[in-house]
């Protein structure tokens, strides 16, 4: 059985940084592509990264762009998703999914595996 879990989330005000991790276990890391998403309270939710199998294509929603950093090692079946310059938009709970077919995709309807979820707050 595929399992995805994260850690990391928290409570940090505006222009800080933080990091999320996601571990994979169950099955070959390097086989699935990996994304997270967010999802702020009354709001669907929302792509926020993606990184292809081996780590060499990455894509990223139009609100993060250029803050955010998703990054993989297969060696340690981890991705992450380094956060900078918090926003309180950026308030949500963030989750990394697992694609197992490499999509590359923004669409959460292409991801197979999902994690609990993390709360991240940015306060002002």
């Known amino acids: 059985q595929v399992q995805l879990v994260e850690s990391g989330g928290g409570t940090v005000q505006a222009g800080a940084s933080l990091r999320l991790s996601c571990t994979l276990s169950?099955?070959?890391?390097?086989?699935?592509?990996m994304g997270w998403f967010r999802q702020a309270s009354g709001k669907e939710r929302e792509f926020v990264a993606v990184v292809s199998r081996g780590g060499s294509l990455t894509r990223y929603g139009e609100a993060v762009d250029g803050r955010f950093t998703i990054s993989r090692d297969n060696s340690k079946n981890t991705a992450w998703l380094q956060m900078n310059r918090l926003k309180g938009e950026d308030t949500a709970v963030y989750y990394c999914a697992a694609d197992r077919y490499g999509h590359n995709s923004p669409r959460s309807s292409q991801y197979e595996v999902w994690g609990q979820g993390l709360q991240v707050t940015v306060s002002s």
């Open positions: 169950g099955r070959d890391f390097s086989d699935y592509g």
